[in-house]
């Protein structure tokens, strides 16, 4: 129940600190091992959270001139971008006219399999990258997101609902921070001498 809606509720001039110090005493019953007995008060200033799901928005699926469903997504993590086109299909990856093994890390073949993995989907797709700056791990994040972002365009609700609990519909904007002046890096400073 918000601030507002209280004050209404007891006629009473409601302030901020009179409002914290009201949740907070209604958040030490809801503690209390007899707080079924008085559950009806309790409702009574307790609203029911909807829980708001986000409604993403898959890209489009096309036909090629075989007729095969496709759809084209792009990502960028870090200093890289990546364009990605997942077709119906036998499991053939290709990155930038290599296979998966463009890749010498396993650890970053891992991440760019893992959206097929985790539904289950392992040979039901071609997958054609094209990628492009940074490093290994960058190049790695942007395919599994653009993939990820294609993968959405081809199974249900529930099993977006699945990946986006695992985390793969959310953009890491992490880089890299810069470095300061005086400073030998980011954070890293040099060693202080007393003369």
Not at 35 to 44: H, I, P, T
Request: one cysteine or more; glycine letters at 6%; a positive charge.
């Amino acid at each position: 129940m918000t601030k507002d809606e209280l004050a209404t509720l007891l006629v009473e001039k409601m302030t901020p600190h009179m409002y914290r110090r009201f949740i907070l005493s209604m958040e030490r019953l809801l503690l209390h091992p007899y707080v079924y007995r008085v559950e009806e008060f309790v409702r009574k200033y307790r609203k029911a959270l909807i829980e708001e799901v986000i409604e993403i928005q898959a890209p489009a699926l096309k036909k090629d001139e075989a007729g095969r469903s496709y759809t084209e997504a792009y990502a960028n993590r870090k200093t890289c971008h990546a364009w990605v086109t997942l077709k119906d299909g036998t499991g053939k990856v290709d990155i930038n006219g290599q296979d998966i093994l463009f890749f010498p890390r396993a650890s970053d073949r891992l991440q760019i399999m893992f959206p097929l993995q985790l539904l289950d989907r392992m040979f039901q797709f071609d997958i054609s990258a094209k990628v492009e700056y940074g490093g290994y791990s960058g190049k790695s994040g942007a395919i599994r997101e653009a993939l990820t972002k294609c993968l959405t365009a081809f199974v249900s609700k529930e099993e977006v609902e699945i990946l986006r609990h695992a985390g793969l519909l959310t953009h890491d904007k992490r880089v890299k921070e810069r470095k300061k002046v005086g400073f030998r890096g980011a954070r890293a400073k040099p060693t202080w001498r007393k003369r």
